[in-house]
């Protein structure tokens, strides 16, 4: 069975996080925030495939300008910006030549993730960027990945370019969501991880591969896995009937540790990704304070050489008075 692995989170201010900063590193591009200042340049980073951003039409969004303008639309110091999704992609879908991997087109694995964007961009009306990535060189070759960040708030176009509107209702509380007769977020998150499954599932066997991915935990499945070790034609039967074996047992536990094993790589991975884009941002507020440090120090030896200059005047237009009776 193939790894499933599909997470979601909110990008908020109180975690130190922007979504100018987030979008930019994940499609490994450059967006300064007209918030802030500050200039976000991931144009030299690895391992971005592809990166498109959209709306529920399919119709291209500048990145940079709906970024932005997710950032102005809150005020809040904890203010939540964006949501984002990470997705595991089978590496049964990704092809092995590697400019079919850069084509969306031949690439199943990039194309399964935009259709899970795009019923993100139905569901809530709003705009999404989707970032593929490759495997990390030091880690599995198969942790192929997506990233999809949806914007809090609904998009609307209007003749000046893009607007956003009133928070999506994933985004409300329970409470409020109860008022309006929705389920919980969770139940709601569930949903949508199944949405992800199923339209994963429906390629890989479109392209007929026997893999699938399941949304549900472990203990939920309560399926055997296929044997990583020599069973045996005793204990193979013995299974079948029903009856475990230790050798039955040791590839289920085997399994089960591969496939945490595989999550736990690609959450590192995730972590490296967010420690590195955290680094970067706490860089760039260094170099915005040291400016400011330096341009206050300018300033106020510029105001001194004025107040001199200024009493110089005033002692020399003295001077041409002369005495006053």
Request: a neutral charge; hydrophobic letters at 30%.
């Given at each position: 069975?193939?790894?499933?692995?599909?997470?979601?989170?909110?990008?908020?201010?109180?975690?130190?996080?922007?979504?100018?900063?987030?979008?930019?590193?994940?499609?490994?591009?450059?967006?300064?925030?007209?918030?802030?200042?500050?200039?976000?340049?991931?144009?030299?980073?690895?391992?971005?495939?592809?990166?498109?951003?959209?709306?529920?039409?399919?119709?291209?969004?500048?990145?940079?300008?709906?970024?932005?303008?997710?950032?102005?639309?809150?005020?809040?110091?904890?203010?939540?910006?964006?949501?984002?999704?990470?997705?595991?992609?089978?590496?049964?879908?990704?092809?092995?030549?590697?400019?079919?991997?850069?084509?969306?087109?031949?690439?199943?694995?990039?194309?399964?993730?935009?259709r899970f964007a795009k019923v993100l961009a139905e569901r809530y009306n709003v705009g999404v960027d989707v970032a593929i990535h490759s495997p990390d060189k030091e880690?599995?070759?198969?942790?192929?990945?997506?990233?999809?960040?949806t914007t809090t708030r609904e998009l609307e176009r209007t003749d000046d370019g893009i607007e956003l509107g009133d928070k999506t209702s994933i985004e409300l509380s329970?409470?409020?969501?109860?008022?309006?007769?929705?389920?919980?977020?969770?139940?709601?998150?569930?949903?949508?991880?199944?949405?992800?499954?199923?339209?994963?599932?429906?390629?890989?066997?479109?392209?007929?591969?026997?893999?699938?991915?399941?949304?549900?935990?472990?203990?939920?499945?309560?399926?055997?896995?296929?044997?990583?070790?020599?069973?045996?034609?005793?204990?193979?039967?013995?299974?079948?009937?029903?009856?475990?074996?230790?050798?039955?047992?040791?590839?289920?536990?085997?399994?089960?540790?591969?496939?945490?094993?595989?999550?736990?790589?690609?959450?590192?991975?995730?972590?490296?990704?967010?420690?590195?884009?955290?680094?970067?941002?706490?860089?760039?507020?260094?170099?915005?304070?040291?400016?400011?440090?330096?341009?206050?120090?300018?300033?106020?030896?510029?105001?001194?050489?004025?107040?001199?200059?200024?009493?110089?005047?005033?002692?020399?237009?003295?001077?041409?008075?002369?005495?006053?009776?």
């Open positions: 069975m193939a790894i499933y692995y599909a997470t979601t989170k909110p990008i908020s201010r109180s975690s130190g996080r922007s979504a100018t900063a987030s979008a930019a590193y994940r499609a490994g591009t450059e967006i300064t925030d007209e918030r802030t200042g500050l200039k976000h340049d991931y144009s030299k980073r690895d391992g971005v495939e592809m990166a498109y951003t959209f709306d529920k039409t399919m119709k291209k969004i500048d990145r940079s300008e709906l970024w932005n303008k997710a950032e102005l639309a809150e005020n809040r110091k904890d203010g939540r910006t964006a949501r984002e999704w990470v997705l595991a992609i089978p590496h049964e879908l990704v092809p092995e030549d590697k400019d079919k991997r850069k084509d969306l087109k031949q690439n199943e694995g990039a194309r399964v993730a935009v880690g599995d070759n198969r942790n192929w990945h997506a990233h999809i960040m329970n409470a409020k969501r109860k008022e309006l007769g929705l389920g919980s977020t969770s139940a709601e998150i569930k949903a949508l991880r199944k949405e992800w499954e199923t339209i994963v599932n429906t390629q890989l066997e479109k392209q007929g591969i026997e893999e699938r991915i399941d949304h549900r935990s472990l203990k939920e499945q309560g399926v055997d896995r296929q044997p990583t070790i020599k069973m045996g034609w005793q204990a193979s039967a013995m299974e079948r009937r029903g009856v475990t074996t230790d050798k039955g047992d040791l590839n289920r536990e085997i399994t089960a540790d591969n496939e945490q094993l595989h999550d736990l790589k690609l959450e590192i991975n995730i972590l490296k990704e967010a420690k590195t884009e955290m680094a970067s941002i706490k860089e760039q507020i260094q170099g915005m304070q040291d400016f400011k440090a330096e341009y206050e120090a300018f300033r106020q030896e510029q105001q001194q050489k004025l107040d001199i200059e200024r009493q110089q005047q005033a002692q020399e237009k003295g001077q041409d008075r002369g005495f006053e009776i």
